[in-house]
């Protein structure tokens, strides 16, 4: 019985063995090829604990108003920086500094829709000094410092209705660009009827100076335009350097149900202008100066509170006859984005409508201007002959081609919204190549320094707009999805899904060591010119002046000063400005008082930020530290008397036995 | 005959294990693993008397003060220190009025420019931290601001004491 066993025993050896030999030899190793792929991607993903990405990305967030950062080619999320909304994370919007920067000419506005990120550029390449990103809602730019990533100057755009083909810069950061999406009356606040919309309308193109220095904004004209949609912009590098094209759509001036009324024309226009001619008529006097409203919110040097610098005034150009700057290129079918490729010649259009994408030549359209190649005009804009300026078709590009980038080894990648894809094409025969899914009906896609003279091409994103499936379920609203994808080879390779923060529009991302070096870890507590900030500790004090009382508080490991506060009186209005005067990385304090209606604060190492409390109801509040800064965080905290309106307690204030 | 089956079974198994082996060979398994650094290494007499930090010789200081030097200290000091010194009597650290008396400058020098490196590695560091459960945080004071600081001390305690 037993040899029996034994013998069926080595007979089953025998078998598998002859099978796992035949199997080895017939397909290799089994099941490696699947295993190898997946293990591939999370290779080319892993960045292993303690070591850096290569990349920042920054991707905007959408209606969150903000913008997020990332690190790829993990997709390690980093932060999220606040620029259009407030923040409960860091105060932003919240703080008495940082209020100043969300005013606008229509007052206070706590969220709004950020959607295209864009960094500063020297020579055609990002060079990670700044990153502007436009609000769509009420228009917007801002500015964000890469040395410390936070928001330090936002400017109104005065005449605009949705501020969506910004906010992109020309090649040496000269411009950051901004466009009206929605036509409006050019005159401030003119009550009219909506169907005066061809008579009254006007579109806005914004062209704000950036100063090299400082990257600081200016809004120096506008270029008043026919009442079309505005939709996304880029300016031109290389040989087009000195020009800006912008998307049209909505040529049919429809007010009402645009899907249906803005769809007709068989083709819309690329509007493509020199801003340096524009520039040059403006300095020799041929705009128009006009009134305007408009909000212009930053810090002055190193006092870190926010200031608002109203403005009244914006310099208008008409393009009139033989002024040569502003051309319209006839483009299928209202076009979505408009993107240049790294040499500057190719000009390429998401004709979201169209079954084809259009490239035209940036030559060739110098040629059609020279030769007065024109199909007729509108508004003394010059429309230039389609047949002149096209240099290509890519055909099957799918279904509603959006937007392009490029890997400057002589392709483009197009993001195709309703057949859900990215399709690869060759600039050369303008045709599709590669093709891979997107998951699910992409937007943008963004590849590292993908709209560079000099992109790196290692990775693209795509920026997804739903979910669905992909992970687990979090409820009918879920985070939208974005896809990394290797693009070094020929062909294209998903690597990572990751779900974002908001929803992204576009995203850039550049080489961390160009942005890296150069971040802060202080705030320097010499330089900090806060005219409430504590300069020594022995100047820790409280001033009342009427029912305004400001508290010089300072924070370290692991106490405030003062700590004690008695003769707060229900119907003061109480600044606590307190000065972190920790001058060591990432040590920060924050602050939140029981019952406080506005907000808590949080202070980065070396800064000042100020709390604004109005104690209602008589009482003893606790204060405490919100961020676990040491050992003894837990006993970072202090009480503030607040007595009757009409009570007689002294001011006074201490901290230990002092 | 059973002998020769058990050798040839034990042969093809020997045969595919280097096969199997090859498809289950993972590289990340590889990984080195660095080893644990010493850190105990004695302190040499210098770093017992005047602790560890970028002092590591004796300075030169005069017996007359330097009045500039002082102002500059007095204004750093009362910036970055004096939140948790007393100059007499304990708060968060230690009273500093008389430090100059008990401390070389080079000690309290490099207590300012390396407090953490002082509480880990130093005895005194280490029986301080025991004694006042707060390790002092790096203020970014420079080499030649903790000199100052260290002038100001010297002025004071001549001053008072």
């Known amino acids: 019985m037993d040899n029996k066993k034994s013998n069926t025993l080595r007979g089953l050896l025998f078998g598998a063995g002859f099978i796992a030999i035949a199997a080895f030899i017939f397909t290799g190793c089994p099941s490696q090829q699947s295993m190898l792929d997946t293990r591939d991607a999370a290779q080319k993903v892993y960045v292993a604990p303690g070591e850096h990405d290569e990349y920042y990305g920054f991707f905007s967030g959408g209606y969150s108003g903000q913008l997020s950062v990332w690190g790829l080619p993990s997709a390690r999320f980093l932060k999220v920086i606040p620029v259009f909304s407030q923040d409960p994370e860091t105060g932003y919007g919240y703080s008495e500094e940082t209020k100043p920067l969300l005013m606008t000419s229509y007052g206070f506005i706590p969220w709004d829709d950020s959607h295209h990120p864009h960094i500063s550029q020297t020579n055609g390449d990002s060079d990670g000094r700044w990153i502007y990103i436009n609000a769509n ?32 810069v020309t090649s040496n950061s000269e411009y950051v660009i901004g466009a009206t999406r929605f036509s409006i009356p050019y005159e401030i606040d003119l009550d009219v009827p909506i169907d005066s919309y061809s008579d009254e309308f006007r579109g806005a193109l914004s062209f704000i100076a950036l100063d090299p220095e400082t990257g600081m904004m200016e809004m120096d004209f506008q270029i008043l335009v026919p009442p079309y949609n505005y939709d996304l912009g880029r300016a031109g590098k290389g040989p087009s350097a000195d020009w800006v094209f912008f998307t049209t759509y909505n040529t049919e001036e429809a007010h009402t149900l645009l899907e249906v009324n803005a769809s007709r024309n068989d083709k819309d226009y690329v509007a493509a202008i020199n801003w340096r001619r524009a520039a040059e008529l403006v300095r020799n006097g041929a705009g128009e100066t006009m009134s305007a409203h408009y909000y212009h919110n930053y810090y002055e040097g190193n006092q870190g509170i926010a200031i608002n610098d109203v403005k009244d005034q914006v310099t208008v150009l008409t393009p009139e006859d033989g002024q040569d700057f502003i051309y319209f290129m006839p483009t299928p079918k209202s076009p979505h984005g408009v993107d240049i490729d790294p040499t500057g010649e190719y000009i390429v259009a998401g004709g979201k409508l169209a079954t084809v994408i259009p490239v035209h030549s940036f030559s060739q359209m110098i040629d059609a201007i020279e030769n007065q190649r024109f199909e007729g005009h509108v508004e003394n804009i010059p429309i230039l002959d389609y047949d002149a300026t096209i240099i290509g078709e890519v055909e099957n590009p799918g279904l509603g081609p959006l937007h392009t980038e490029f890997d400057g080894r002589g392709y483009a990648y197009t993001s195709v919204y309703i057949s859900s894809e990215i399709v690869k094409w060759s600039l050369d025969t303008f045709e599709v190549v590669d093709r891979i899914d997107a998951y699910y009906s992409i937007g943008h896609l963004m590849i590292t320094a993908g709209d560079n003279v000099n992109p790196d091409a290692r990775y693209m994103v795509g920026l997804t707009k739903t979910a669905k499936d992909r992970y687990l ?33 576009y995203a850039q991302a550049i080489r961390a060591d160009k942005v890296a070096p150069n971040v802060k870890q202080i705030y320097e507590m010499e330089e900090n010119d806060h005219p409430h900030a504590l300069r020594r500790v022995a100047d820790n004090r409280i001033e009342r002046d009427s029912d305004v009382v400001r508290v010089y508080m300072s924070s ?16 003061d209005t109480v600044y606590i400005h307190l000065t972190n005067l920790e001058q060591e990385w990432d040590v920060v304090h924050g602050i939140a008082i029981k019952g406080a209606n506005n907000a808590e604060i949080l202070v980065a190492p070396g800064q000042t930020k100020t709390l604004k409390w109005e104690p209602t109801r008589t009482g003893i509040y606790p204060f405490y530290c919100t961020a676990f800064c040491s050992a003894l965080h837990q006993e970072m905290q202090g009480y503030i008397r607040v007595s009757a309106a009409d009570s007689n307690v002294p001011l006074t204030w201490s901290t230990g036995g002092n | 005959m059973n002998t020769l089956k058990s050798l040839l079974i034990t042969l093809s198994l020997l045969l595919l294990m280097p096969i199997f082996y090859a498809c289950g060979g993972d590289e990340s398994s590889e990984r080195q693993r660095s080893e644990p650094q010493a850190e105990e290494t004695a302190l040499s007499e210098f770093e017992l008397e005047h602790g560890i930090g970028p002092v590591t010789e004796r300075i030169e200081i005069s017996d007359d003060l330097d009045l500039a030097k002082v102002e500059k200290g007095r204004n750093i000091y009362e910036m970055k220190c004096e939140m948790c010194h007393n100059y007499q009597g304990r708060m968060v650290g230690p009273e500093l009025g008389n430090i100059m008396d008990r401390r070389s400058p080079e000690f309290v020098m490099n207590f300012i420019l390396n407090p953490s490196g002082m509480v880990r590695d130093h005895p ?30 010297r002025y004071y305690y001549e001053e008072n004491y």
């Open chain 1, 137 to 168: 809602n009420t228009p917007r730019i801002a500015r964000i410092d890469l040395q410390t990533f936070e928001t330090k100057e936002i400017l109104e755009l005065p005449n605009t209705g949705g501020n969506h083909a910004s906010s992109f």
């Open chain 1, 556 to 571: 370290t490991r692991s106490h405030f000063r003062p700590d004690n506060i008695e003769g707060i009186r229900v119907g």
């Open chain 2, 124 to 153: 005194v560091g280490q029986e301080l931290l025991r004694e006042y459960m707060t390790v002092m945080p790096f203020q970014n004071v420079q080499k030649d601001e903790a000199r100052a600081i260290v002038e100001y001390l």
């Open chain 1, 473 to 505: 379920p979090t409820g009918p609203k879920q985070n939208h999805p974005a896809q990394l994808y290797d693009i070094s080879g020929d062909r294209m390779q998903l690597l990572l899904d990751f779900p974002t923060i908001g929803e992204p529009h």
